[in-house]
C-alpha cells in the first residue's frame, strides 16, 4: 500500500499549491538520481516524491483523495454498502424485519458488490511524470536538446524550444506511467528554470546589454562588433554619441509566438585601460577653449 501523500511530502492536508509545489521541489532536487547514484533508497524515495506530487498537484484528484474515494496511488476505492444502508433504500424490507436476514436484501447486497467490480473499467490511463530541468539561458534563448536521467536510470531526450523561459511545462506525450489494460500511458511534465546571464538581461521578449565604447568611436563614429544571444553582429554607432545613448537591434529579442523582441544597446564610454599622455595632454588643451557641456549642464541646474 502506497504510503499518504501527505507524509511523503511533509506538509500538512491544508497545504497550500505554492507550498507544496516548494516541498516537493526541495525533496526532487535532493533524492534525485543524478545526484545519488547508485543509491537504490534515493531513487525509490524520488519515485515515492514524484508520485504523491503527480495525485496532490491535481486539484481533482486531491480532493477526491480527501474524500477518501481514491487511495495514494490513484485508484479508486470501492464502496460496499452496509446492510442498514441497503435495508434503508429498500422501503418493502426494512432493517430488523420480522422475516430475519432475507430482508436485509444479501443478495442484492453482493450482487452490487460484483456488479461494480464486474463493471469497472480494466482500462485505467497512466500517471503523468514530473520532472525538474535547469537550462542556461543561451540554450533557453536558441533552442536544443537535452537528455534526462529517469529514476529507473533510463534516458529522455528533451526538445527545448526556442524562446524557452522559467516557468514553462514541456509536455512529453506518452512518456509518463505506464498505463493499466488499454490505457495509454501518461505524459512526462518537465518544468523548465532558466538560470540568469552575467551579459544578456531579459525584460518581457527583449534583450538588454551594456556595450563599452571607446572614446575614439563614440566621437567619430562607425560599425562595431555588438554580442547577441544568437551570436555577435556589426552595428553602426553614430558620430557624437553619448554615453548612455540606447540603440536598438531589431528582431534580436526572445522568440515568442513566431516574432522576436528587440535587442537595447546602451552606450557605457570606456577610457583606455592605461593612462595615455598624448590624449590627456590633448583634452587639457581642448578643454581651455571649449566649455565641457556637462559643467554647462550643471549650471543651469
Known amino acids: 500500500m502506497s504510503e499518504d501523500p501527505y507524509k511523503v511530502l511533509g506538509v500538512t492536508r491544508d497545504v497550500s499549491e505554492a507550498d507544496l509545489r516548494t516541498a516537493y521541489r ?68 426494512p432493517y430488523g424485519g420480522e422475516q430475519g436476514f432475507g430482508d436485509f436484501g444479501g443478495e442484492d447486497i453482493f450482487a452490487q458488490m460484483f456488479g461494480r467490480a464486474g463493471r469497472a473499467d480494466p482500462n485505467r490511463a497512466g500517471a503523468d511524470a514530473r520532472y525538474r530541468l535547469e537550462l542556461d539561458f543561451l540554450e533557453a534563448f536558441n533552442g536544443g536538446k537535452r537528455t534526462l536521467t529517469l529514476p529507473d536510470s533510463q534516458a529522455l531526450d528533451v526538445t527545448i524550444p526556442p524562446g524557452t523561459r522559467t516557468g514553462q511545462t514541456l509536455r512529453l506525450r506518452g ?23 552575467s551579459l544578456f538581461k531579459l525584460k518581457g521578449d527583449d534583450i538588454h546589454i551594456d556595450l563599452p565604447l571607446s572614446l575614439r568611436d563614440a566621437v567619430l563614429g562607425g560599425r562595431v562588433s555588438v554580442p547577441t544571444p544568437s551570436g555577435p553582429v556589426s552595428m553602426t554607432v553614430p558620430k557624437w554619441s553619448n554615453a548612455g545613448a540606447v540603440l536598438r537591434l531589431k528582431g534580436k529579442g526572445m522568440v515568442r509566438g513566431g516574432a522576436s523582441g528587440d535587442e537595447y544597446v546602451t552606450l557605457r564610454l570606456t577610457l583606455p585601460s592605461e593612462p595615455d599622455a598624448e590624449l590627456q595632454d590633448f583634452v587639457s588643451r581642448w578643454g581651455t577653449t571649449k566649455p565641457h557641456e556637462t559643467r554647462q549642464a550643471e549650471e543651469t541646474l
Do not use: C, M, W
Not at 501518461?186 to 528554470?193: C, K
Open 26 to 93: 526541495k525533496l526532487a532536487k535532493k533524492l534525485h538520481p543524478d545526484l545519488n547514484p547508485g543509491n537504490k533508497k534515493a531513487e525509490e524515495g524520488f519515485k515515492a516524491v514524484a508520485t504523491a506530487y503527480d495525485l496532490l498537484n491535481d486539484p481533482a484528484k486531491r480532493a477526491q483523495f480527501d474524500r477518501g474515494e481514491i487511495d495514494a496511488s490513484g485508484s479508486e476505492r470501492p464502496r460496499q454498502p452496509y446492510y442498514r444502508e441497503q435495508a434503508e433504500r429498500d422501503a418493502g424490507h
Open 175 to 197: 512518456k509518463g506511467g505506464s498505463g493499466i489494460g488499454k490505457g495509454l500511458p501518461g505524459d512526462a511534465l518537465i518544468e523548465v528554470e532558466v538560470r540568469p546571464h
